[in-house]
């Protein structure tokens, strides 16, 4: 599209004078090495991101994206040391949970009167995915979906263990019974009731946030004062524990692997997010994989409220950026905002209203069969220095299940860490 047009404009002797922008973006989601431009047919996170970017780069005219190698690993470090060099991507992704610090440094651009003229209803988005970008009374990014942790689910293997009723999973709904149908369930099937990255990513951090929350109780107050080495804390921790001191599930299963366990039909549960429904969905599709007869879950409620660990994907831009190159930015934010609905097949939940309400949302599959999950959507107070706190979190959460740190002793610890992280 875009050489038609240039070569309509010099056949007509127009002289175009908006120069062209090289637009860098930065993100992750991993490696496609073939997404092209289909936004319809790419599947899993990182070919459909990628497909969505490929599209903007081709339909935009003026506009050519180039998108940055990052590790999802290091990924806030690289964006921050960008910042610091005076050479962040002009357009990037990040967490919700994200905004408070980099909005909060002046890192980010307020672009609340700027949407309208850019193409972006924000009156579509729901009233959380507006809280999601907004700080201190403005909006610093474009949200791009709810994502949230669920109960990835081998139909089979449940049926083996006699845990399967009217067609749906039978789940826990106490500890007492996590452990009871965990049990029952290695007994019928040899197999590993659970699996997680409980040895990599902060994957089991989301959990014990969970059952934390479960029990009306949180990591830390809104004033600031850190709540770890509590009753519930305790509870939530023991939960997990309880299910590698039996046997029942291995703590020492990382993110890849514990994928890869569930794929081999090596587990009946895997706690894992909305971002690969639709990648398992694929994969059980295939002869090839261990995995058959796939269902998704809402995270069970051990305790006394439901609550899951939940989180968005935002866009941004820096507050550096102006002129001409700041107005392709936000191009480039719309042309993502307008393939929301590419988007949501990943499993990921929609922000646009529009989006929700159509009939191609409500059609994907397997999305009947989590659709409690939004209404117990859970997240921490905002803070400055959560990407620091979860750290701190992972860590000595890792420590009780790698190396046997008694658990009263490990949360102690992060309870003073987090806590002299909130005061300064």
């Not at 969970?210 to 804390?233: K, V």
């Not at 393939?339 to 097949?345: C, L, V």
Request: proline share 4%; aromatic share 8%.
């Amino acid at each position: 599209m875009k050489y038609v047009l240039l070569t309509a404009a010099m056949a007509a002797g127009i002289a175009t004078t908006a120069p062209a922008q090289d637009i860098t973006l930065g993100r992750f989601f991993g490696a496609c090495e073939d997404a092209g431009t289909d936004t319809t047919t790419s599947a899993g996170e990182a070919c459909i991101i990628q497909s969505i970017i490929n599209a903007a780069d081709a339909e935009l005219d003026g506009i050519s994206i180039n998108t940055l190698p990052t590790d999802w690993g290091n990924y806030y470090d690289q964006v921050k040391a960008a910042y610091a060099g005076g050479t962040p991507p002009d357009v990037h992704v990040m967490h919700r949970h994200r905004v408070p610090e980099f909005a909060g440094l002046g890192a980010l651009a307020e672009i609340s009167g700027e949407l309208e003229a850019a193409g972006i209803d924000a009156s579509d988005w729901s009233s959380a995915a507006l809280d999601a970008v907004s700080f201190n009374g403005g909006i610093y990014g474009v949200p791009m979906d709810f994502h949230a942790n669920l109960w990835h689910v081998n139909m089979d293997l449940m049926a083996a263990a006699g845990l399967v009723a009217d067609g749906k999973p039978v789940l826990p709904s106490s500890p007492q019974e996590l452990m009871a149908q965990a049990q029952q369930f290695k007994d019928a099937t040899g197999q590993d009731y659970l699996a997680a990255d409980f040895a990599q990513f902060p994957i089991g951090v989301r959990v014990v946030l969970a059952l934390m929350w479960q029990q009306n109780a949180n990591i830390f107050t809104d004033d600031g004062s850190a709540t770890i080495n509590t009753d519930a804390g305790q509870n939530a921790v023991t939960a997990i524990t309880q299910l590698f001191d039996a046997e029942l599930a291995n703590p020492q299963l990382n993110y890849a692997d514990s994928q890869q366990a569930f794929l081999n039909g090596e587990a009946g549960i895997l706690v894992n997010g909305t971002w690969v429904v639709d990648f398992y969905t694929a994969e059980a599709a295939k002869e090839d994989v261990g995995l058959d007869n796939y269902y998704v879950a809402d995270f069970p409620t051990l305790f006394d409220t439901g609550a899951t660990w939940a989180d968005s994907h935002i866009w941004a831009i820096p507050s550096s950026l102006d002129g001409d190159k700041r107005a392709a930015a936000l191009k480039v934010l719309a042309f993502i905002n307008d393939h929301n609905i590419d988007w949501a097949r990943t499993g990921h939940m929609s922000v646009r209203t529009s989006v929700v309400e159509s009939e191609a949302y409500q059609s994907l599959p397997h999305r009947d069969e989590y659709t409690g999950t939004a209404a117990i959507a859970r997240d921490t107070p905002p803070s400055e220095r959560y990407g620091a706190i979860q750290d701190v979190l992972n860590r000595e959460l890792q420590a009780i299940w790698l190396t046997d740190k008694p658990v009263g002793d490990a949360l102690a610890d992060a309870e003073i860490e987090v806590q002299d992280l909130l005061d300064h």
